[in-house]
């Protein structure tokens, strides 16, 4: 296990009626000017949008909205935010809704400090020193960005995604209220549950050993494709719903990355394909991940996924372990495509051939050679595309 330093400072108020403590976390820092951040309609058609802006009024906490941000949110929506902070003079950036919404604010909330475009952040030609106070209402379970210290910004114009991360972007405090995620489509239910899968699997299939950081691993792994199902199959299954919330939390806030780290292969080639296709994380996650496992198992991989068929999936422990590698992988498809419903392939949310090759230079990082569980160049890349095609 590898030296850490703990230090996870995001509060988290979990369960019915939390949001009642919103005010309060906020006035607890001194803010009384907020920058209140949201993607399209969810919260107004659930009614959240109404509750937050008539708590804050009644504790006198002044609101100004930046709406409209987009899945996978882009670099031009950090830098109206940042602009509306600065005009207004705002103390704190409130997000309230899922991934996309509460990453914006994380960049906004960074991007107050830097006179100029915020994607020169994101390319770190200057760097995050410091950042206004975040604060989090999640409607979805999904990145864990309520509790980590990223923010995954697209660009447009030159097809990039890429995460900004800094400990200053951890949120204060988040709101973690299950009953709110009762609205998520069924879609977005599945593609979150497996985004949350592929945090723990990035971290489980690391370099590093930790062996109580795989166990916890395990019992989250088991918690998505416990409740997965259970959730689109009964949208307000309170149990379901809270489960796989607070599972998405623990997923990414760095508790299972403590003395072990993360790989991030399947983050750094999924990137790619929402940057040039603007599909959903997780749908693309879905599609890559089974690939991803065939193409890196090998004599030195086997026996982690023996551990991960065994501990994870229930498979036999007394098969020969190329078998039970086999049927881990088919059990991974089994889960993700049968059991939660998402696409199989590249072609069947519209991605063919044609960006192929640029994207597998893309996501071939130096990081994607040097710290992955195996490491893997463009060719590899490419190779595990064309795979899912
Ligand atoms: O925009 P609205 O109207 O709110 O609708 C959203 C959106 O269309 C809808 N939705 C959210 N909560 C809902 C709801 N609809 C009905 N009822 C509710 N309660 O769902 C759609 C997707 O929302 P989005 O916020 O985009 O999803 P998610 O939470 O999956 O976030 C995805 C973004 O986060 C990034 C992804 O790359 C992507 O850009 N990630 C962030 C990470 C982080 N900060 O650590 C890590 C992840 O690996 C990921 O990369
Ligand atoms: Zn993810």
């Given at each position: 296990m590898l030296n850490f330093h703990y230090d996870i400072g995001t509060e988290i108020y979990f369960?019915?009626?939390?949001?009642?403590a919103l005010p309060g976390a906020i006035q607890k820092v001194g803010v009384q000017k907020v920058l209140l951040v949201y993607g399209g309609n969810s919260i107004r058609r659930s009614g959240l949008y109404d509750q937050v802006k008539d708590l804050l009024a009644q504790a006198r906490i002044q609101v100004e909205e930046l709406g409209g941000v987009e899945p996978n949110p882009r670099v031009t929506s950090v830098n109206r935010g940042a602009q509306l902070c600065r005009e207004k003079g705002l103390q704190a950036v409130l997000a309230v809704g899922g991934g996309s919404a509460i990453d914006c604010a994380k960049a906004i909330a960074a991007a107050v400090y830097y006179d100029g475009d915020a994607w020169d952040l994101v390319l770190q030609k200057a760097p995050v020193t410091q950042a206004l106070p975040i604060f989090s209402v999640v409607t979805l379970a999904a990145t864990g960005s309520e509790m980590d210290r990223t923010a995954v910004i697209s660009n447009l114009e030159t097809n990039d995604k890429l995460p900004l991360k800094y400990d200053v972007m951890r949120p204060t405090a988040s709101i973690l209220d299950p009953t709110y995620t009762y609205t998520v489509p069924r879609n977005q239910t599945a593609a979150g549950t497996a985004d949350i899968f592929s945090h723990l699997v990035e971290g489980y299939f690391a370099r590093e050993e930790a062996y109580l950081q795989d166990r916890m691993s395990e019992a989250l792994m088991k918690t998505c494709v416990h409740f997965g199902p259970i959730a689109l199959a009964k949208p307000e299954d309170y149990e379901a719903r809270a489960n796989l919330m607070w599972t998405a939390s623990l997923a990414i806030n760095e508790l299972l990355a403590y003395g072990k780290g993360t790989a991030w292969s399947v983050h750094s080639m999924e990137h790619q394909l929402s940057a040039y296709y603007d599909i959903t994380h997780g749908v693309g996650l879905a599609i890559l991940t089974p690939a991803w496992m065939r193409h890196v198992l090998q004599e030195s991989t086997l026996p982690k996924f023996v551990e991960y068929g065994v501990n994870v999936f229930g498979v036999d422990p007394a098969l020969p372990q190329e078998e039970i590698a086999q049927r881990a992988i088919q059990a991974t498809e089994t889960f993700l495509f049968d059991s939660l419903g998402l696409p199989r392939t590249l072609r069947a949310v519209g991605i063919g051939e044609e960006h192929l090759e640029e994207m597998a230079q893309k996501a071939a990082t130096p990081a994607l050679y040097e710290n992955a569980f195996v490491s893997l160049g463009a060719e590899d890349v490419l190779a595990i595309y064309r795979a899912c095609l």
């Open positions: 369960g019915k009626g939390q949001l009642s």
